[in-house]
């Protein structure tokens, strides 16, 4: 019975340990567009971050970074954002 316990204690463990990592790759992925966005159009809205914060999809998040590098001004990405995010 104690070796159920200590299974399912690890296997808690575990699970939480790659929702925490997942977790910290999107909070890492959606700083770098944010920083991305200031760097070429300075300035960033507020609803872009509170855009940005909502996004669940580090595949998202990655294909917005690239777009963003290449965007001119807060129109050009909100129209990728508005693709992305449907």
Same mark, same amino acid.
């Given at each position: 019975? =104690?070796? &159920? /316990? !200590?299974? $399912?204690?690890?296997?808690? /463990? *575990?699970?939480?340990? *790659? =929702?925490?990592?997942?977790?910290g &790759? %999107?909070?890492?992925?959606?700083?770098? %567009?944010? !920083? =991305? %966005?200031?760097?070429? =159009? !300075?300035v960033?809205?507020?609803? #872009?971050?509170?855009?940005?914060?909502? #996004?669940?999809?580090?595949?998202? %998040?990655k294909?917005l $970074?690239?777009?963003? #590098?290449?965007?001119n001004?807060i +129109?050009? /990405? +909100?129209?990728?954002? $508005?693709m $992305?995010? &449907?």
């Amino acid at each position: 019975m =104690i070796k &159920v /316990f !200590e299974y $399912a204690k690890e296997k808690g /463990f *575990d699970e939480g340990y *790659d =929702i925490g990592k997942n977790e910290g &790759v %999107l909070s890492t992925a959606k700083q770098m %567009l944010l !920083e =991305i %966005l200031e760097e070429t =159009i !300075e300035v960033v809205p507020e609803y #872009i971050e509170k855009k940005v914060q909502q #996004i669940t999809s580090q595949t998202t %998040l990655k294909g917005l $970074a690239r777009q963003a #590098i290449h965007c001119n001004n807060i +129109n050009d /990405f +909100n129209k990728k954002l $508005a693709m $992305a995010v &449907v």
